[in-house]
């Protein structure tokens, strides 16, 4: 039986590997540019990381979560998203320390997993982007984070892209709102699906976020959150939504709005593409919000913080689709070809001078014949091409050719010592 790779993972080969390091070195230069700095935290956690941050009634806990119990009998899970992790380690390494300067902002680049139905831009192993800011309850701390997810989508390039967002108020206002819920479903408790009767007694926002038909026909007319915001609330609400405003970032009031995970307090948003070549309605790429009882939940100080995580996935598909120009095979700077008597080992020390100077340089390690490196230097998209033969090598003089336009130099040996003057000459 051929061996091959489990359902809802994916080979990223060689040939797509290249757009995926573009995105990630993009968006790891644009954190840097805000002074986050990256974290790296474990594949796999103890189970209750993941069960005490998202929810035993959540949808990941519950049905998607990849869990078990390893060789030493301890309950592990697959990280199914990049917060809790990060969370986990703030409070294990003491990052809340007087020491530490706050906030004290993160960002990560995850690989993830739940088990759930692989479809486009959605398999069982998947990626997250995101960032993490830790201890200040600023309406400028959240509008950063909204202001870095904006920007940095412009900056990729996605288009039509809709910022949606909500606020979960505090603690009573949740408490209040659950209570109006359970007031609202439970003379329809009957007609529900199955999963959200079961939401009902544990986490009634939880049917807010159903797909089933059967409970779509009653959110209409549900309870909205906006209406039990407190007076605290409801000005910091305000005060986000003007400074929004004033930066010119556009945004939608979507009262639906709720997020799949329990940790959410505040303000919450999702930017959504709308893309008719990918999906039938409005997508969600980015989502995020304010969680100020997270680092409690693992006996860390109170400390607030605010997020957000992009599926790296759906961001590809949407990036392929609306900027395919980012994708490009730039190609190689050069390639060396060689004929004759002791050239090979003059191009591979002529391709790692380059290398050194930093540029980008290949040779043919099979050492075929010269039409063949021709084609190879083709193939791999090079923009010139160095010819060394017997003749150059005794000469000391070596011909240059641009592929673009057939454009050719001599040089020296010595000049491959200082290329960039040399491509100034072949540039001009």
Not at 165 to 171: D, F, Q, T, V, Y
């Amino acid at each position: 039986m051929r061996v091959q790779k489990p359902k809802g993972t994916v080979d990223i080969l060689p040939g797509d590997s290249g757009s995926w390091e573009k995105v990630e070195q993009i968006a790891r230069d644009f954190f840097k540019r805000a002074n986050y700095r990256e974290i790296r935290t474990p594949s796999f956690e103890n189970y209750e990381v993941f069960s005490r941050s998202s929810g035993e009634t959540s949808d990941v806990v519950e049905k998607e979560m990849y869990d078990f119990n390893d060789k030493g009998g301890r309950h592990i899970a697959l990280r199914p998203e990049g917060t809790a992790g990060v969370v986990r380690a703030y409070v294990e390494n003491k990052l809340y320390g007087p020491d530490v300067v706050k906030p004290f902002n993160v960002y990560y680049i995850d690989n993830t997993f739940r088990y759930e139905r692989p479809q486009a831009g959605r398999q069982r192993e998947f990626h997250q982007i995101g960032v993490e800011s830790f201890g200040s309850n600023s309406a400028f701390a959240d509008v950063e984070t909204i202001m870095m997810g904006h920007d940095l989508l412009a900056e990729l390039g996605v288009k039509n892209y809709e910022l949606h967002i909500n606020s979960l108020g505090n603690a009573q206002v949740r408490q209040d709102y659950h209570d109006a819920l359970v007031n609202y479903f439970t003379p329809i408790k009957d007609e529900l699906s199955e999963d959200s009767q079961r939401r009902l007694e544990k986490n009634p926002l939880r049917i807010l976020d159903s797909k089933a038909d059967e409970d779509k026909k009653f959110l209409p007319d549900a309870p909205k959150i906006v209406d039990y915001l407190d007076e605290e609330s409801r000005n910091n609400f305000n005060t986000i939504t003007e400074m929004l405003d004033q930066l010119g970032i556009n945004y939608v009031l979507d009262d639906d709005l709720v997020r799949g995970l329990d940790y959410y307090t505040g303000i919450i948003f999702e930017f959504m593409v709308e893309d008719k070549n990918l999906w039938e309605s409005a997508t969600t790429i980015l989502g995020g919000g304010r969680y100020n009882h997270l680092v409690e939940e693992f006996d860390g100080p109170q400390t607030p913080a605010v997020g957000f995580g992009i599926g790296e996935e759906r961001l590809m598909l949407v990036l392929k689709q609306q900027n395919p120009s980012l994708f490009q095979d730039s190609g190689i700077d050069f390639f060396i070809t060689n004929i004759g008597e002791g050239t090979g080992m003059k191009a591979v020390e002529i391709a790692r001078s380059l290398r050194k100077q930093g540029f980008k340089a290949q040779y043919d390690v099979d050492q075929k014949k010269l039409k063949a490196q021709f084609r190879k230097a083709d193939r791999v998209h090079a923009k010139y091409v160095i010819t060394l033969g017997a003749k150059e090598l005794e000469d000391g003089v070596l011909n240059i050719k641009r592929l673009e336009d057939g454009k050719t130099i001599d040089l020296s040996l010595d000049d491959l010592n200082d290329m960039q003057t040399i491509m100034k000459k072949l540039e001009d």
